[in-house]
């Protein structure tokens, strides 16, 4: 069974300064599927970003970039310029690849709660 | 925009009562999940369901059941409320499994506290 590690439970930065959150996983498969969400106060889960292990070159999303080590089974965000709304829950998930039918949940890491100090 | 509805946002249900999370969702999508959020734990599936009638236990089945009688709605059922199912759940929905990266789409999640 796949496992996701996120090693920090809790993280702070200075606002406008750039940070970056571990995330890593455990698995005998080659294709996969990475993403981050974010859970804000609001408890909305929100999708940050995504990556597919076939593909080499990092996702980027504005302000958010993953650091996708598939050797290392390693799986960072960076958000650069922090904004007080980046204040969240962040959870990094594994989903293996859709070839495998009825594989289909989400695994998801315990969560790192990010503060943004003004 | 998706939107994934679930019936209540906070619920207080006694030891022992049936308790019914209802979710709704107005995309179409085949796919619907059940998670359980807990402090250190993140996010655990309890239940999906890929069609209608159809569904399959996550890891953490034990104590609960699904019913999915239309593809808009996913209901979560605990048959005998007990107090270490005081929890945060949510519901999400995606599309068919061959969209294999479309990301799931959550609801605003219901905090049940059994007493």
């Known amino acids: 069974a796949q496992t996701v590690t996120q090693s920090q439970p809790e993280m702070s930065v200075q606002e406008a300064e750039t940070v970056t959150l571990s995330c890593t996983y455990d698995?005998?498969?080659?294709?996969?599927?990475l993403f981050w969400y974010k859970q804000p106060p609001s408890r909305q889960m929100i999708l940050v970003i995504r990556?597919?292990?076939?593909?080499?070159q990092n996702a980027t999303e504005n302000r958010f970039s993953v650091n996708f080590q598939k050797a290392a089974k390693s799986f960072s965000l960076k958000i650069s310029d922090s904004q007080l709304g980046d204040a969240a829950m962040y959870f990094c998930?594994?989903?293996?690849?859709?070839?495998?039918?009825?594989?289909?949940?989400?695994?998801f890491g315990t969560g790192t709660r990010l503060t943004i100090i003004p | 925009d998706v939107k994934v509805t679930q019936s209540s946002r906070y619920l207080v249900k006694r030891t022992g009562e049936k308790v019914f999370l209802e979710c709704v969702q107005d995309?179409?999508?085949?796919?619907m999940f059940w998670y359980r959020q807990d402090p250190g734990l993140g996010l655990r599936l309890i239940y999906f369901?890929?069609?209608?009638?159809m569904k399959e236990k996550g890891d953490i089945p034990e104590g609960y059941s699904v019913s999915r009688e239309k593809k808009e709605r996913f209901s979560l059922i605990l048959e005998s409320a007990s107090t270490n199912q005081t929890s945060m759940y949510l519901c999400?929905?995606?599309?068919?499994w061959g969209q294999g990266r479309s990301p799931l789409h959550f609801g605003n999640g219901t905090r049940l506290t059994v007493t």
């Open positions: 369901s890929y069609d209608v009638k």
């Open positions: 999400a929905s995606r599309p068919p």
């Open positions: 995309m179409d999508h085949e796919n």
């Open positions: 990556q597919e292990a076939y593909k080499q």
């Open positions: 698995t005998s498969e080659s294709d996969y599927y």
């Open positions: 998930a594994y989903r293996s690849s859709p070839i495998n039918f009825g594989n289909e949940k989400l695994t």
